[in-house]
């Protein structure tokens, strides 16, 4: 039997196509971060009117915000990546700090003391490591994109990934669909996908099981909150599992990976005369770059899956002296009794039990295309395409 439809042969619209052009004040906290702080001089007075900007040196993304009477900044919005971060003001040495990582959902506070002297005078500072939350008492995990590529994971599937959070429990299958997390039910999870939810999607992933509808490769990183959710997220009682995709920089970049087993490795179960033929191939790659510097950019993965797998299969039929008790009280039925296989061992006095060889077959292929672009500080559009088909006999 082939089954196409529920594997997303309609090409899985997961957002698909998602393109949204917005202002980025706008854009969803569950596939970006903030950033905010307090502006101070060297007596612990605040900054009012000093001007913030932060740079992402890997696209050239630029920010820019003002400091109100208290002293306080906040840039909203901020696609997730590495910042570095200026703040000037009149009579103060410019302030600097590079390295400054946001990761998904994230509200991170940078608060600076300014040092007076000339403008002109830079004074740089170390990045410093995100420490305990103070911001708000959710709980939650995020797995950044060298976890998600570098950890490994037998069927490379990213929700296994999901384990490593506080209160998840995987229930044996390891897909989306065998977590449970904080003691909720399977289907209380909500997902979201480059900030739009991708829980009530028709047959995802979440609810159908294909393997790769997301790629490992295509994810940048992904955030699971499993209690004490912010309210920009909800729907129901679960956990909130934010996923963002791979973008472009102004690097290229690429991998190209291919991971396999077969019955040459494997043991021969008790059940087995022989070990069964078997043969899995997962295989693929991504690359991404820049089409204009510092304003478009483009990123691709594909992933693609072979399996061949034969299991024996086991069951019980009729022995040939029940048979021919069928055959002489009902010859009606005798012409039925051939559809029946012949078993092997001896179960009882009408059964036996017969094994066989079954091939369980797999074809899997994923892609997933994004292109970014920047107009201006203020606005930017992002496209992003899905494909996911699988057949299964």
Not at 220 to 236: I, K, L
Not at 355 to 362: D, E, F, I, T, V
């Amino acid at each position: 039997m082939e089954r196409q439809g529920r594997y997303f042969r309609n090409y899985l619209l997961l957002v698909s196509l998602l393109c949204s052009l917005w202002p980025v004040s706008s854009k969803a906290q569950t596939s970006s971060a903030n950033l905010n702080g307090t502006v101070t001089d060297p007596s612990g007075a605040t900054v009012p009117n000093a001007k913030v900007e932060v740079v992402s040196p890997d696209t050239g993304f630029k920010r820019q915000a003002t400091t109100g009477n208290s002293g306080v900044y906040s840039i909203n919005s901020l696609p997730i990546g590495n910042y570095d971060l200026t703040i000037s003001a009149q009579g103060f040495k410019t302030y600097a700090e590079k390295g400054i990582e946001l990761s998904v959902g994230e509200n991170r506070t940078v608060d600076a003391q300014l040092a007076v002297g000339m403008t002109t005078t830079t004074v740089e500072v170390q990045g410093i490591a995100q420490g305990l939350e103070s911001n708000n008492a959710e709980i939650s995990t995020v797995l950044h994109s060298s976890q998600v590529t570098d950890i490994p994971l037998n069927g490379r599937d990213w929700a296994t990934l999901m384990t490593l959070s506080p209160g998840a429990v995987n229930l044996g299958g390891g897909g989306q669909r065998d977590l449970r997390i904080v003691g909720r039910g399977i289907d209380d999870n909500n997902y979201h996908y480059d900030g739009l939810d991708a829980t009530g999607v028709q047959e995802q992933s979440q609810k159908a099981g294909a393997r790769l509808a997301i790629s490992l490769e295509s994810i940048g990183e992904f955030r699971v909150s499993s209690s004490n959710y912010t309210a920009d997220q909800g729907g129901s009682a679960g956990a909130q599992v934010s996923v963002v995709s791979k973008a472009g920089t102004n690097a290229f970049h690429g991998d190209a990976f291919e991971f396999f087993r077969n019955n040459v490795l494997d043991a021969r179960s008790p059940f087995d005369a022989d070990i069964p033929p078997f043969h899995l191939n997962q295989f693929g790659g991504s690359v991404g770059g820049p089409i204009k510097k510092d304003r478009t950019f483009f990123f691709g993965d594909f992933e693609g899956l072979r399996q061949t797998l034969y299991r024996t299969v086991i069951g019980f039929v009729p022995n040939a002296t029940y048979r021919a008790q069928v055959a002489a009280t009902s010859p009606g039925l005798a012409p039925f009794l051939p559809s029946w296989p012949v078993g092997q061992t001896p179960v009882d006095s009408i059964t036996d039990q017969w094994r066989s060889p079954g091939l369980n077959s797999q074809r899997e292929n994923s892609f997933m295309g994004r292109l970014d672009h920047t107009f201006n500080a203020k606005t930017s559009i992002f496209g992003r395409y899905n494909f996911d088909d699988a057949k299964i006999v």
